[in-house]
């Protein structure tokens, strides 16, 4: 009998009905046993779980701003200035949704370096693996997790907002043939306005967060079928193995207060900004894509130079080619890396060096970058963090 | 391979210590979290203003003061005015010598501007959405209409109090009256506008010429559309103005601006003046019986009807009399700023040293702008132009030869 990829509602044999208890993800979120290695603190950080707990954070916070929010262009900046003054604890829902925003795209992409860096994405046991898929699953939801951050950027209808997106859109817009479609797709037209901010909204509330449960699901559903956190196969020993309840709950637990903790604190001392409502008509000096994107905005301004009478399109590379390019490799990743199952787990082992030296660079100039461009100032210009920022123009 | 432990010691055994020690401060920082929200500012204010009416008004009068946020929507403008959680005293008589903010607000002004119609922040400024005082007085960053304070006017306006820099926000809703009572500053620059007869180049109010920009919504344009390649110090739309008002071409080099040389609180009025041509997004409601439009006085009008039947119409008709006076043909300027015509056939020649006729064909300086942006003739026209001034020229030396002595050469 061929496996059904999903459960029946009517299933054929007593076979099939077990097979649905056991497909069911609520139902078996954790193993009877798992091993000690699967949950000990290094190598995962257990940042997986720290980014499924920051999820619900914000899918949590998110309700009580939905309550509050008007997706208006005329009503939305009037309504975060009541949340953040009047609406009770407003202020800190709003600051623990922007934190939790801000630490999960952190969070999950240090997930991608640990799983990157241990070659987890490779299949090392006699049992049928395929955390080459897991892997494929991750980099979405990678992308989803930006793409949840992003549309969340535009609602406040501030300045800070309106012009974070223009400049990503004019990014995105630089793509040969599509990219023009594609702005018009998510903006409903070719300036921000209020179909954009309808467009983000639904986004950000129901189609990504939807898209994100779907394949966070599969995603841990895949990692149990193929037997846990990876590691180079290796015999069962009794001695390694604890029961998942209470030692895995507790632990889970544990990462969850911590989470919570973290974003509740931070959430206290870092007040959220809420700039001038947005203007079309006026730019602000500098006009910056969220931090995450950055370090693209930074190679866009680097490589839009004029040589003789050949004009570099700065936005197409640094905005389109790049992180394309880079993200293809990073999905394709695991069918072109050919070192062997037994590197799996291991640090730096002679087989990958390479490779691992090369991620390494990358993701140090990402971070460099990114850096540099939160110490851009007015006109581009590049400011110490001690160095005030020349002058910027009030009204008194 | 070696065994591996949770950590050291027994399996478990310390996750239970760290869940308790996480529960204890997860407890202790929404303890923090509730304290913040508990005890937001107004309540100490509430609870003074409270003690105070009880002591001088008795308990009965206490019962009456409010708790909680309290606000003021003023659907005519759009705004929700938070500033009465503090201010508890407004309206209250017996404390208008009290401390802010438990001060009563001087009536009269709020017989004319009741708080339930007009709020708070229209007249004084400041982010009526806040509840806190530092964001609620706006002196905080992205936040364009900080409340007009004491202190914001004695750095602006030195020595001229608060209530001058009030008068920015009158205006915008008192923009077209020509005198507003209380708003002393701004009826100043509204004179030295007619006086210096800035209507000449710029509209203003939807009046006026064509040679500079469009002056009606000034206010509007925001401090970053400024050139501040020029102005030296503190970069801000109102020291731009001021340094624009002392001297138009250090700081705009293409400009045709004249410098007016006017004494530095003639600048700061007008500087003020032009920062409140802004649109404030108020209802006609809330507007009254205010003018709606900026039209010319009466005797303006009359004098320019009867100019127009005398024998310079050409020259009223055109348009140059907003600025030269023909005073052989009786033509009176509102704004004489350029010389009189009577005598242009000698002047043009003595200044530019070319006849009329290639002069007014081919014009340098104001002129220039002039012909260019709002007089545009066409050659028939300039035909004219130099026919009607050789016209006040004849006119000229016939008075001269009848009455020798009159002082007819002008600027």
Redesign the interface.
């Known amino acids: 009998m061929t496996r059904r990829r999903f459960w029946s509602l009517r299933p054929a044999s007593t076979g099939e009905a077990t097979d649905a208890i056991l497909a069911n993800l609520l139902l078996h979120w954790f193993p009877a046993r798992m091993r000690l290695t699967s949950i000990a603190w290094t190598p995962s950080f257990w940042l997986g779980t720290v980014t499924w707990v920051l999820f619900v954070l914000l899918l949590l916070s998110g309700l009580p701003l939905m309550v509050f929010y008007v997706p208006s262009t005329r009503e939305a900046y009037q309504s975060i200035k009541d949340i953040e003054h009047v609406v009770s604890f407003g202020w800190w829902i709003r600051a623990a949704h922007r934190i939790a925003a801000h630490l999960m795209v952190i969070v999950v992409s240090l997930h991608l370096v640990r799983v990157f860096l241990t070659g987890a994405y490779k299949n090392a046991g006699q049992r049928e693996q395929h955390r080459e898929w897991n892997w494929v699953i991750g980099v979405a939801m990678l992308v989803g997790t930006l793409l949840l951050s992003f549309t969340g950027y535009l609602l406040p209808w501030d300045q800070l907002a309106f012009w974070a997106v223009t400049v990503s859109m004019n990014i995105v817009s630089s793509t040969l043939l599509v990219g023009p479609a594609i702005r018009d797709a998510l903006i409903g037209g070719r300036e921000i306005g209020q179909t954009a901010l309808m467009r983000f909204y639904l986004l950000h509330i129901v189609v990504v967060p939807i898209a994100m449960a779907v394949l966070f699901a599969y995603h841990m559903w895949r990692v149990r079928k193929d037997g846990g956190l990876a590691r180079g196969d290796a015999p069962q020993d009794a001695a390694e193995v604890v029961v998942a309840i209470p030692a895995v709950a507790r632990r889970v637990t544990v990462v969850a207060l911590l989470t919570w903790l973290v974003v509740t604190v931070l959430a206290l001392v870092i007040p959220s900004p809420l700039e001038e409502a947005a203007n079309a008509l006026v730019t602000p000096n500098p006009a910056k894509a969220p931090w995450y994107f950055l370090w693209l905005q930074e190679i866009v301004a680097d490589t839009t130079v004029r040589i003789g009478s050949v004009a570099v399109n700065g936005a197409f590379i640094g905005g389109v080619v790049l992180p394309m390019a880079l993200l293809v490799l990073l999905t394709l990743w695991p069918w072109l890396d050919r070192s062997p199952a037994a590197t799996v787990g291991a640090t730096l082992p002679r087989e990958r060096r390479t490779q691992v030296l090369v991620f390494i660079a990358i993701a140090a100039i990402v971070i460099v970058l990114t850096g540099v461009g939160l110490l851009r100032g007015p006109s581009w210009q590049f400011y110490w963090p001690w160095q005030p920022w020349a002058n910027v123009p009030t009204r008194f | 391979?070696a065994?591996?432990?949770?950590?050291a010691g027994e399996?478990?055994r310390r996750?239970?210590a760290?869940?308790a020690v996480?529960?204890v401060?997860?407890v202790g920082?929404?303890a923090?979290?509730v304290y913040?929200?508990a005890v937001p500012e107004y309540r100490d204010h509430q609870r003074q203003f409270g003690n105070l009416v009880q002591r001088r008004l008795g308990d009965a009068a206490a019962t009456a003061v409010p708790a909680g946020?309290q606000?003021l929507w003023v659907p005519g403008a759009g705004r929700?005015d938070?500033c009465p959680s503090c201010h508890l005293a407004t309206a209250w008589r017996g404390f208008e010598r009290g401390d802010e903010p438990l001060r009563t607000h001087p009536a009269g002004m709020l017989r004319a501007h009741p708080t339930n119609r007009f709020g708070c922040t229209l007249c004084h400024g400041g982010q009526g959405?806040?509840?806190d005082r530092e964001?609620a007085h706006g002196h905080v960053?992205?936040?364009?209409?900080?409340l007009a304070d004491a202190s914001?006017a004695a750095s602006?306006l030195p020595g001229a109090g608060r209530a001058s820099l009030m008068a920015l926000n009158c205006n915008a809703c008192h923009r077209y009256e020509t005198a507003t009572a209380g708003a002393e500053i701004i009826n100043r620059g509204k004179r030295l506008v007619d006086e210096k007869g800035c209507r000449a180049c710029h509209r203003i109010n939807g009046r006026g010429g064509l040679i500079g920009p469009d002056l009606s919504w000034a206010g509007d344009k925001?401090?970053?559309?400024?050139d501040?390649g020029r102005l030296s110090g503190?970069?801000?739309?109102?020291t731009w103005h001021e340094a624009h008002f002392q001297d138009p071409r250090a700081l705009v080099a293409e400009t045709v601006m004249p410098s007016f040389h006017l004494p530095p609180d003639d600048i700061k009025a007008l500087a003020l003046l032009v920062?409140s041509w802004r649109r404030v997004g108020v209802d006609a409601s809330l507007l009254g019986d205010l003018p709606r439009t900026d039209s010319p006085s009466p005797q303006e009008r009359a004098l320019a009807a009867e100019m127009e039947r005398g024998p310079g119409a050409w020259f009223v008709k055109t348009g140059c009399y907003q600025c030269h006076p023909v005073s052989v043909f009786g033509v009176k300027s509102p704004t004489p700023i350029g010389p009189d015509l009577s005598t242009a056939m000698d002047d043009v020649e003595r200044r530019f040293s070319v006849p009329v006729d290639t002069f007014v064909k081919n014009p340098s300086g104001t002129m220039k702008a002039v012909f260019a942006r709002q007089f545009m003739l066409s050659p028939a026209q300039k035909d004219e132009a130099v026919r009607e001034l050789r016209a006040a020229y004849a006119e000229f030396q016939r008075q001269q030869a009848v009455m020798p002595a009159a002082p007819a050469r002008a600027k």
């Not at chain 2, 960053?141 to 900080?146: A, G, K, S, T, V």
């Not at chain 2, 925001?222 to 400024?226: H, I, K, V």
């Not at chain 2, 503190?234 to 109102?238: A, M």
């Open positions: 391979m065994r591996v432990t949770l950590n399996p478990g996750d239970v760290l869940l996480l529960a401060l997860l920082a929404t923090w979290l913040r929200e946020i606000q929700a938070r959405w806040a509840v964001r960053p992205y936040w364009p209409e900080p914001m602006l925001n401090p970053e559309q400024y501040y503190r970069r801000s739309v109102f920062m």
